[in-house]
């Protein structure tokens, strides 16, 4: 399994014989940390609400696809938990003021971007601890360490992420099991452009506008972040040489949080 150069440091994370299970691989960086996780030679599996997306990314990475709504914890409770590999990621954005925020939105954000992800690694904790090496790798945001008006569940449910995490990170450090965030802050994905439009038309802007005025007003670097960069960072948490890195946050957020 590892992948070392002759002088010790890492060369690309050896996946071979891993078995990866990413949430929201359909699109954006789920897909993209499919297609890495694949790329370093782990079988993944594909989780996501949507069938027919999943399912062509599966086929391009010679996955297995599995249609499943996360928000219903029954259906959760049914998934085959027994992988090394959790990208815990599916997620979606609801943008209202706390009183008009709908409160069957606030619990299904909270199901699917928190339960979920505890249902998921509590049944697949048994099985890494068995073969003394698993991975845990929760999608969190810049929104797991600061907060934005409108964002209520999303805000919520990323610091509660972040807890959860680090409680994983604490139970399976005996078992050669680690459990990190990777915290994005704004990524090039279908998440945000529905956002953009969203904005565009709440601040009467044109689209390019509100990336540089509303989104990108707090990041030092003005740049959209690509799903790849993210991937990247957690194909990096499943080295070897990452087996020391547990119970942390990395941003990937272009300077946002150094302010
Ligand atoms: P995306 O909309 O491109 O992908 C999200 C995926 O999750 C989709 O494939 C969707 O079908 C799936 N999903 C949503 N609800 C589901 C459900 N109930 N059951 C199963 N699957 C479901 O979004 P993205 O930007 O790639 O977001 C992925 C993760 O990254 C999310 O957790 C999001 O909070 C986080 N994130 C995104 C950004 C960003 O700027 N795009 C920044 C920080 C963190």
Redesign the pocket.
């Known amino acids: 399994m590892l992948s070392t150069s002759v002088t010790g440091r890492a060369t690309a994370p050896d996946l071979a014989g891993r078995r990866a299970l990413v ?2 691989g ?5 897909r993209a940390c499919a297609r890495r996780l694949a790329d370093a030679g782990a079988r993944v599996v594909i ?4 069938d027919e ?1 999943a399912r062509a990314v599966a086929d391009e990475i010679g996955g297995v696809a599995v249609a ?4 219903d914890m029954a259906v959760v409770d049914g998934l085959d938990c027994d992988v090394d590999i959790v990208v815990n ?5 609801h943008v209202a003021p706390l009183g008009d925020f709908p409160p069957e939105t606030f619990a299904k954000i909270m199901r ?2 928190v339960e979920a992800p505890f249902r998921l690694v509590r049944r697949a904790m048994p099985g890494m601890s068995e073969r003394g090496w698993g991975r845990v790798v929760n ?5 797991g360490l600061r907060a934005s008006p409108y964002k209520a569940a ?1 805000v919520t449910a ?1 610091h509660a992420l972040e807890g959860l995490s680090k409680v994983i990170a604490l139970e399976g450090a005996a078992s050669g099991i680690t459990s990190n965030c990777v915290n ?4 090039r ?4 452009e529905d956002q953009i439009a969203h904005q565009a038309a709440a601040h009467d802007l044109p689209p390019e506008e509100v990336v540089g005025q509303v989104m990108l007003a707090r990041a030092a670097i003005k740049q959209l972040i690509e ?1 790849e960069d993210v991937a990247e960072m957690v194909a990096y948490l499943c080295t070897p040489q990452a087996a020391m890195i547990t119970g942390a946050s990395f941003t990937i957020d272009g300077g946002w949080t150094a302010y």
């Open positions: 949430t929201g359909a699109s954006g960086i789920g989780v996501d609400v949507h997306a499943a709504d996360l928000s990621n599916a997620g979606f954005q699917v971007m999608v969190s945001s810049v929104h999303y990323k994005p802050a704004y990524v994905t279908p998440l945000v799903p």
